[in-house]
């Protein structure tokens, strides 16, 4: 199906089933321990053995000798593989770091060897006794020291035909003349993705033809890299990822885990299971990129602003691509004048690569901190100041304009739920006993990605519509929202539909990543039940533009056959996708947020303390309320996370993360959380699909986390542009009681 023309009125806009707050169906298999997750797919092919992987402990140079003679020797020891025994592994599309083979050592713990054994504490040990040799180099890792030459790059968003730097009109003269200017420069730190469940998969060869069990967001995507690092054809490599224990990005590419299961197996004969510890997953996978922001701002007295300048650096490893920190900045706010550009260092760290909200997570952690900065140099109420630089079209091109864009009403809804009016616009001056309170807000923005999509469906004749796509659940309510999407479409009740996902046999999906696979999963959806509405009207003998399926029957007129009559000359079976035409380029489509906090900060210790967090959301239809608010929610406390806590350690003498593990790389917990509210507003978007959704998954972090920073601001008169806000940033800074002052 074709998606060129706005949608008009559709089977979807009923609202039967979908929009409906339904709880998940895979609910019951998540809560009793039963939902299969890749390491535990022990069922799926016998005699599997473990295999342990084990990461260089230099960060750049090369590997001289292993040796693996005692591994070899210990008892239970299926195999031992090594880098050096095979040619480098090509890298596969959208990657940057080498995974296994070759010498050469590009990044601390990058994969070396590989032990398999019977037990996984045996595979554990034995790779303890491997002895290995390495000429170390010198390597890159202080981004700050290579930030000054870094070259400019175009934004991999625009493609890399694009400018390396966006303007609009003459910056650097508006700026110099406007009457009120600020710049700044904000800084973020590299973050880990810190899922629950570790990379992790099985892998078995029969017949010469692969099948992976694994944790993956992109099922097409880790069957292409494999099928291109171990040069077999498409179809001789199946991937199966029925659950994923989250993935904040971390999951979309290919990783060790998956490959070396691979060659483990197939040098053993054997199914071989391989899952990343902790810290290999932290310096092996992917992480959020560290950047340096310098935000100008320019803006007549009247706080309408002329100019915005957002530059930012990052750094990742040869053939990486940036965090897009400024990219949001072309279009987020008016302004005639503007300058957007990014800047990518060569570093020898793990590879830098998307996590949740790639760009404009940390864009407007800096964004939308310098929006507040300004605001309190103009006098004006931050939400105001907002609303009055609101636009509803394309600042470069402003025939294009935003298919559906509701921030205004997100901000007056916020400041009207949230008591706004109750903030004080005097930093510092607000006490509770020995804390000091403050309120801070953000406005958010991330862009809806539209993405081809396909599905199969099929009725039988037990009535049960049974639905078949690669598309993952990572968490996020997939199987539930496609259930209702097939509910809505052919009539029947939420019980009678079969929702299969996660399987390279089936047709490819949008996947899972970037907020855009609900949206375009369901696009699919709805496109191939459209064709098996189609199929049925016509075995029924209804003309298909006049039939409604309604509750198990196909209506036409005064004429009602149960739908189950269809089967009758057997099951019906058809597949289709949904394809975009160029309304993405006619409009600019994106979603929206208003972001509130309440901090309150001990004027002793410096200890924080969230006490609310809000969130007003814009984002087309929302398929489900339920498993929206919890996308939405958990993005929030990842903002809390980003906000305080999170940030991997950099060793720059040894280039390696040094807090590798959960016991030391922070994120929030239950007791870190406060209440939070989530509203969304009702504005379908036709632009956007046939089911008028948009992607809400990361709109609930964008923002969020400078929301915290400006509370904390409020709260305490002390401005802090390092995230995360730890303690040691502010703690001297802070505003003394009165008593204090007079002693």
Same mark, same amino acid.
């Given at each position: ?20 707050p339904?709880?998940r ?11 299969p ?11 599997q ?7 260089a ?11 693996t003679i ?6 239970g ?5 090594? +880098?050096?025994?095979?040619?480098p ?10 995974l296994? #083979? ?8 990058q994969?070396?060897?590989?032990? $398999? ?11 303890h006794?491997?002895?290995v ?17 870094a ?8 493609g890399?035909?694009?400018?390396p ?8 003269? *508006? ?9 700044? =420069?904000?800084m ?9 469940? &570790? ?13 992976v ?19 077999l054809?498409?179809e ?22 998956? @490959?070396?299961?691979? @060659?483990?197996?197939?040098? =053993?004969?054997? &199914? ?18 560290? =950047? ?21 650096v ?7 691509r940036?965090?897009?920190a ?6 987020f ?6 300058? *957007? ?10 590879e830098?690569?998307d ?12 964004l939308?901190?310098?929006m ?5 140099? @103009? ?23 935003f ?7 997100c901000?007056r +809804?916020?400041?009207?739920?949230f008591d ?8 510092g001056?607000?006490r509770?006993?020995?804390w ?7 406005a958010?923005?991330?862009a809806?990605k539209?993405m081809?999509?396909k599905a ?14 690669d ?8 199987? +539930? ?16 539909v ?15 990543? #970037? ?17 098996l ?21 196909? *209506?036409s007129?005064n ?9 009758k000359?057997?099951p019906? +079976? ?7 035409g160029?309304?993405e ?5 994106g ?6 906090a ?13 006490r609310?967090?809000?969130? *007003?959301?814009d ?6 309320p339920?498993?929206a608010?919890?996308?939405? $929610? ?9 906000a ?15 807090n590798?593990?959960?016991?030391f ?5 239950h ?7 989530v509203?969304?507003l009702?504005?379908?978007?036709a ?6 959704a ?16 400006n509370?904390?601001?409020n ?10 806000? =730890? ?17």
């Amino acid at each position: 199906m074709k998606f060129a023309t706005a949608a008009g009125r559709n089977p979807v806009d009923r609202l039967r089933v979908v929009g409906k707050p339904l709880a998940r169906i895979d609910g019951p298999l998540k809560v009793s321990g039963t939902a299969p997750y890749a390491y535990e797919r022990h069922d799926v092919v016998p005699n599997q053995v473990y295999g342990y992987v084990l990461g260089a402990t230099i960060a750049k140079g090369r590997i001289k000798r292993i040796d693996t003679i005692a591994a070899k020797s210990a008892p239970g020891v299926v195999a031992v593989i090594t +880098t050096l025994e095979y040619a480098p592994a090509a890298i596969p599309d959208r990657q940057a770091a080498h995974l296994f #083979g070759g010498g050469e050592v590009a990044h601390y713990h990058q994969a070396i060897a590989l032990v $398999v054994a019977e037990t996984f504490e045996t595979a554990r040990a034995a790779a303890h006794l491997i002895r290995v040799e390495y000429k170390a180099a010198p390597g890159r890792y202080d981004l700050a020291a290579e930030a000054p030459d870094a070259p400019l790059i175009p934004d991999p968003n625009e493609g890399e035909d694009a400018s390396p730097i966006a303007r609009i009109g003459d910056f650097d003269a *508006v700026y110099a003349a406007a009457p009120v200017k600020l710049d700044e =420069t904000y800084m973020t730190p590299d973050q880990s993705h810190a899922m629950m469940e &570790p990379h992790s998969s099985i892998a078995a060869w029969k017949d010469g033809k692969l099948t992976v069990w694994t944790s993956s967001q992109m099922i097409n995507w880790a069957k292409a890299g494999l099928s291109k690092i171990l040069d077999l054809p498409e179809e001789d490599v199946r991937v199966n990822s029925l659950f994923i224990g989250g993935g904040f990005g971390g999951k979309l590419y290919l990783r060790a885990d998956a @490959l070396l299961a691979a @060659l483990g197996a197939r040098a =053993t004969g054997r &199914p071989v299971k391989v899952t990343l510890a902790r810290p290999l997953i932290i310096n092996n996978g992917t992480h959020r990129a560290a =950047t340096i922001q310098r935000v100008r701002l320019g803006a007549s007295r009247d706080g309408r602003l002329t100019a915005i300048a957002h530059e930012s650096v990052s750094g990742n490893l040869p053939g990486g691509r940036p965090e897009a920190a400024s990219s949001q900045s072309r279009l987020f706010y008016a302004a005639g004048s503007r300058e *957007v550009s990014m800047r990518l260092a060569a570093l020898d760290l793990p590879e830098a690569n998307d996590m949740r909200a790639p760009g404009e997570a940390p864009g407007l952690m800096a964004l939308e901190i310098a929006m507040d900065e300004m605001a309190e140099k @103009l006098g004006l109420d931050p939400v105001e100041f907002r609303i009055l630089n609101d636009t509803q079209v394309d600042p470069a091109d402003p025939e294009r304009r935003f298919s559906e864009r509701h921030l205004v009403e997100c901000l007056r +809804t916020g400041v009207e739920r949230f008591d706004w009016s109750r903030r004080s616009s005097s930093p510092g001056s607000v006490r509770d006993g020995k804390w000091l309170s403050g309120m801070g807000m953000a406005a958010g923005f991330r862009a809806n990605k539209l993405m081809p999509s396909k599905a199969r469906v099929r009725l039988g004749r037990d009535g049960v519509v049974s639905v078949e796509t690669d598309m993952t659940d990572i968490g996020t309510g997939s199987y +539930t929202i496609i259930a209702q999407t097939v509910a809505e479409m052919i009539g029947v009740a939420i019980a009678s539909v079969h929702v299969a996902l996660g399987d390279s046999t089936y047709p490819q999906s949008a996947g899972s990543g #970037g907020q855009w696979g609900a949206n375009n999963a369901t696009a699919g959806v709805y496109a191939a039940c459209m064709k098996l509405r189609k199929a049925v009207s016509a075995r029924l003998g209804f003309n298909a533009d006049d039939t409604e399926f309604v509750d198990g029957n196909v *209506v036409s007129g005064n004429r009602s056959v149960p739908l189950i009559d269809a089967t009758k000359e057997g099951p019906l +079976t058809e597949e289709d996708g949904i394809e975009y035409g160029d309304l993405e380029k006619k409009y600019v489509q994106g979603t929206f947020a208003a972001h509130f906090a309440e901090a309150a900060v001990n004027g002793f210790t410096g200890e924080v303390r969230i006490r609310r967090m809000l969130a *007003v959301i814009d984002s087309g239809r929302v398929l489900n309320p339920m498993t929206a608010r919890s996308q939405v $929610v958990g993005a929030m406390t990842m903002g809390v996370g980003a906000a305080l806590m999170e940030m991997l350690a950099v060793d720059k003498r040894y280039g390696r993360f040094i807090n590798h593990d959960l016991g030391f790389y922070e994120v929030p917990v239950h007791a870190d959380i406060p209440h939070q509210e989530v509203i969304f507003l009702d504005y379908p978007d036709a632009e956007s699909s046939p089911m008028k959704a948009k992607g809400i998954g990361e709109i609930g972090l964008c923002g969020a986390g400078a929301a915290i920073a400006n509370a904390i601001y409020n709260a305490t008169g002390v401005r802090v542009r390092d995230y995360p806000l =730890t303690l040691d940033k502010f703690l001297e800074r802070l505003p003394q009681p009165e008593e204090a002052r007079r002693a």
